[in-house]
């Protein structure tokens, strides 16, 4: 079973195993044991989580910028259901810093992470971030009640402009992190003790300028972005991250894979010199001294205990960082970057290029069709309309890792429409 098919069978094991537990709302369970579950009516139902190997180690740590706080050098995003497994063993590995979002699986991510951590009575230990889409500065406002809602809680640890720069944005958003109106919304949400922290998740073309806009606006505490092994050499993201860094904003790295499924066999012919995809990449992060966490894609136990080991040892050797180097090589034209600052003043419709290919890579390496396509439903209709009309061959012909945009594109318009 390739590693891939290895990562989709163990997360629909742990999914499917759990999921009629968790959507039992009347269970109640043996507060003593997070594994047991007693349904209505019926004798208790054990639901033995695999050892935890790592058991009695604890995950290194950073300090979150000027939060202050202290979180787990790898975190849990939250594309999954956070259940009391899931919940219970990252934190028996000091891994509290959870990552949801008011889209992630309909809001359901929200929903399970509130009930899970009621259950355990672990709300104090966690460091729970929400995201919200808003359209402008008073969304966050209205959005934050169902958030904390949905959480079962009366306190966000952060709370994140979700996405920015995507195509449901306007022109100018990358801005928003220095203006204002933004910053009175932060604070204000502060003052009433509904968030402790304010900040945006970015992996748009504009994340350089907003990361900026962050460090000369001083109101964000955190920016969390799309940083991994094949975005290390940006020189325009490095002087961002330098600048957010000199701030004392923390920085936390997500889709830190790169994007990966359709082309595991690449990374399958390295495995013999003992390489693991997986866990140089995220090495590859942590070597970087500014990264304070990862927030990482982990929706099974196995995953959990690569991704800890990972962490245990997190500095990259030599060996491991040419592999990489060699990997990255030949899967760049594979994946699409995200820098469409490049490619799109190449194209003379309204077509999204960055935001579309990022869409089929949820559809195909995330696995969550629902969200890609929702997210692809949120483009404007003329940005959908004009993909199959458009002509891509210069914007090919500018794209520095040489992807076939024309062929992608037509492929996310069939999956996602
Ligand atoms: S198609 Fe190429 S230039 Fe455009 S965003 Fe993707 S990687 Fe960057």
Redesign the pocket.
Known sequence: MSNCSRRNFLKNSVLLGTAGMIGCSSTSSDSTNPFVEVKDNSAPVVTEPPPNALAGKKLPTAVLGKTGITVPILSHGGLYELNTIMVARALELGINYFDVADCYLGGQSEIVLGKTLQKLGKRKEAFIVSKYHPKVPNDMIEGINERLTNLQTDYLDAYYIHQLGDGEYPQGCELWPKMKEWKDVAEKLKKEKKINFFGFSCHA?ILPQAMEAAAEGGFVDLIMFRYNFRSVNSDALNRAIDKAKKANIGLVAMKTQGGRVSFQTKADAFKEKGFNQAQSTLKAVWSDGRIDTIVSNMPSLQIVQENATAALENRISAVERELLDKYAKETNHL??????????PHVSTPVR??DT?RYLMYHDNYQDPTMAKTLFSRLPSEARAAILRTDYNQ??M??????K?GK?MSEALNKLA
């Open positions: 073309g994946v699409c970057h995200g820098c469409d600052n490049i490619c799109s290029i960055g290919l914007a090919e500018a794209c520095p890792h040489g992807l945009i992608m």
